[in-house]
């Protein structure tokens, strides 16, 4: 049964573990989500959240329970045993990516959730490496070992050689698919068995006792021999228990208490070199109790991560804000993380990114869609804020500006800075969200133009909550312009604006964000000479525009000056000049795309000495309009990582079409019985290809999309979408 908790001081209790758990493939982690719930006693249920039933607690939008599959990150707070976890559910769709990013930010540890017919698929890589670059320590989760053709053998096989990792079987399961009935212990030789007391086999009871060899004489050798393997893969990592193993127990490993091991295995994991696998079937409630108790185990608690901002702080306030939620009735709603110091009801705290106080009225700690108001937040734990305005994703919060002043300064002495100004608050600020560029756009309209302003509305919010999301008018037609990170993250936005503001918009048809650069050097003046009012502005630019050499995509230019304008141009104008230079950048001249992968040096600049801002930056903006199309544009198109899991018999078919779309194959693998297909293909082919594939396959293959980069299109590709962007075709 679950229940909710009145209010309590949270940090009445052992210190709390923030930790997330992910998944790739469909609502594999959605159901071990459901049944956390379920063991966790957090809130009252009639029958227990399932996936299958539409009811789990963290997938609690209407979008997500039609589709069976998490959109955005829901936050539980428990606890299990004597702690409290802070759990935060996130999506596995490549759609979604910047919720597990967000949300991996601020958490201390992770449990990657697999599916053991599957193993690591495409969009595990993808949040593996975002694990990787904010340093999280993980467990590993087999689930579906119930299902057929689960195999373990094969999930961890997949670990080691997909993820570059080193897997702890710290479990064996018993049996495997139709067969799966328990599990074993490896660091304990404890078998742990299920058995259903009545019809439902709801996994709450198990039998739980020490394996002997008279039970099971093959399984018996079977966790001797991983137990055996399990200490030397240890000893080889951590230099304590190495001391332990090759002293007095070096000639029987079974005299090695389990304590020291699994003291062992959390300093190996808390240093990530290598991550604890266990198994499970969540949908009967098997080998879940065993995670949660492998989480207070193996994962960090607060204090045990290492943060070099918080020796600046000391005891004051340092938090940061991870997600914002809309509420009709209590309005904006900001998750905060807190590193240090205390959060209060009622008190002012001070946003360094946005220079501005707000007040916040309450704190909430979140069950997914409900919560529960409380007296304070402590470090290391999660809440909702009531009444921060301003707020967003990324920004920092401190308890004064005075706070962070003096921070900043303890940050200049540790720097070996003997001066620093009030500005240097700007070294403070936690690391923000990096949101990737979207791929796809189209037009949205309101039913009427008496909506608009709603529209306008609703689409803020929307932003606000959803750092991925882009919206801009068009230029040329006056339209609002909806940019999203594909086909279902624009028709999930298209929806909840139906749902939840109540508004009918009209969507144009999909289109490709295409980037523009340049093909050679070159160069353009431009000289800007206007008289407003009683003042005259002249501006003389000349500019010179050049590829990027080197690798890697650079969306923004890089702006340099010429010696003999470096050394004259005033500091205040330095800004509106490189203003006008992004400004120009964001259309290209020829499709009105971005322009990436350019350097820009400004050569020369004469300015009259009236002239305004707001003029230099006009004609800077035109004059480099005017290198480039001299400089000759070329036109980019994004180009996916495609994988496909298909059927030997329809390999064939599914190839075949790929080779129609300009797709590259790279490999072709084995999983189980099927085949995985590994691709590159450029997006402009993907149109509607989810109904393409399930015709060619009778519905058997699953694909998943991934921005890889951008490529040059071909002249004849380029021409063709030039004649249908102008309407000649």
């Given amino acids: ?132 670059k904010h340093q999280i320590p993980r467990i590993c989760f087999l689930n579906k070992m119930d299902k057929s053709r689960a195999s373990f053998t094969y999930a961890v096989e997949s670990i080691k050689q997909k993820l570059k990792t080193k897997p702890l079987l710290l479990q064996l399961p018993i049996g495997e698919a139709k067969t799966f009935r328990g599990l074993v212990d490896v660091v304990t030789k404890e078998r742990i068995i299920w058995k259903p007391t009545s019809d439902v086999d709801d996994g709450k009871n198990f039998e739980r006792k020490l394996l002997l060899e008279t039970d099971d004489p093959n399984l018996f050798q079977e966790v001797q021999d991983a137990r055996n393997t399990l200490i030397e893969q240890v000893a080889d990592l951590d230099d304590e228990f190495a001391e332990l193993v090759l002293g007095e127990n070096s000639e029987n490993f079974d005299l090695i208490p389990a304590d020291k091991l699994q003291s062992a295995i959390r300093r190996i994991t808390l240093a990530q070199k290598a991550v604890p696998v266990l198994c499970g079937s969540a949908l009967k409630n098997k080998g879940v109790q065993p995670l949660l108790d492998a989480i207070t185990l193996y994962l960090p608690a607060p204090n045990e991560r290492s943060y070099e901002f918080l020796q600046w702080y000391k005891d004051d306030l340092c938090a940061l804000a991870f997600k914002v939620l809309h509420d009709k009735c209590r309005g904006p709603l900001v998750f905060v993380r807190v590193y240090s110091g205390s959060l209060k009801p009622q008190s002012a705290v001070y946003n360094i990114n946005k220079s501005c106080t707000e007040r916040m009225s309450r704190l909430l700690l979140p069950f997914a869609d409900q919560q529960i108001e409380i007296p304070s937040l402590m470090p290391g734990n999660i809440a909702l804020t009531v009444g921060l305005k301003q707020s967003a994703t990324g920004d920092t919060i401190v308890s004064s500006k005075a706070s962070a002043v003096a921070a900043a300064r303890r940050a200049g002495r540790d720097a070996g800075e003997k001066k620093r100004s009030g500005s240097g608050v700007d070294s403070l600020l936690l690391a923000g969200v990096e949101v990737p560029e979207p791929v796809f756009f189209c037009t949205i309209e309101p039913p009427s133009m008496a909506r608009q302003q709603d529209l306008d509305n609703a689409l803020s919010c929307l932003q606000r909550e959803d750092p991925s999301l882009k919206v801009k008018p068009d230029p040329d037609t006056g339209q609002t312009i909806l940019c999203g990170m594909g086909e279902l993250h624009i028709e999930i936005i298209h929806d909840r604006i139906k749902r939840e503001y109540g508004i009918e918009t009209y969507l144009g048809p999909l289109q490709i964000a295409y980037r523009e650069t340049i093909l050679n050097a070159a160069q353009a003046t431009d000289i800007l000479d206007k008289t407003v009012g009683d003042k005259r502005h002249c501006v003389t630019a000349e500019i010179e525009v050049r590829p990027t050499s080197g690798e890697g995509a650079a969306t923004k230019p890089i702006i340099s000056y010429a010696e003999n304008v470096s050394e004259v141009l005033p500091k205040e104008l330095q800004g509106a000049i490189e203003n006008g230079i992004t400004n120009s950048c964001i259309q290209g001249p020829l499709l009105g795309f971005p322009v990436q992968d350019i350097d820009v040096t400004v050569q020369s600049l004469t300015v009259h000495p009236d002239t305004s801002h707001t003029m230099v930056s ?59 297909v590994v691709a590159a293909v450029p997006l402009a082919e993907m149109m509607g290809y989810s109904t393409v594939l399930r015709s060619l396959t009778s519905g058997s293959a699953t694909f998943t999309l991934e921005l890889a980069s951008y490529q040059a299109l071909s002249s004849q590709e380029q021409s063709a979408l030039l004649q249908r962007r102008m309407g000649l075709v």
């Fill in 618 to 676: 006009a004609c800077v903006s035109r004059c480099l309009q005017k290198a480039l199309k001299k400089a000759g544009i070329q036109i980019l198109e994004p180009l996916m990582n495609l994988e496909i899991t298909v059927s030997e018999d329809h390999l064939s078919a599914a190839l075949a079409d790929l080779a129609q779309r300009r797709g590259n194959i790279q490999e072709i693998q084995s999983r189980q019985d099927n085949r995985v």
């Fill in 1 to 132: 049964m679950l229940r909710i908790m009145g209010k309590f001081s949270v940090n009445a209790l052992k210190p709390s573990s923030l930790c997330n758990k992910y998944m790739y493939f469909r609502n594999t982690k959605t159901r071990v989500m459901g049944v956390t719930q379920r063991s966790c006693s957090l809130r009252n249920y009639s029958s227990p959240p399932d996936v299958d039933d539409g009811d789990t607690v963290t997938d609690f939008m209407a979008q997500e329970r039609e589709r069976g599959i998490t959109i955005q990150s829901a936050a539980v707070t428990f606890d299990w045993k004597d702690y409290r976890i802070n759990l935060i559910d996130t999506p596995g769709h490549v759609d979604f990516t910047v919720e597990v990013e967000r949300c991996l930010r601020v958490l201390d540890g992770a449990v990657a959730v697999f599916d053991a017919s599957a193993g690591v698929e495409a969009q595990t890589l993808t949040v593996w490496r975002q694990a990787d």
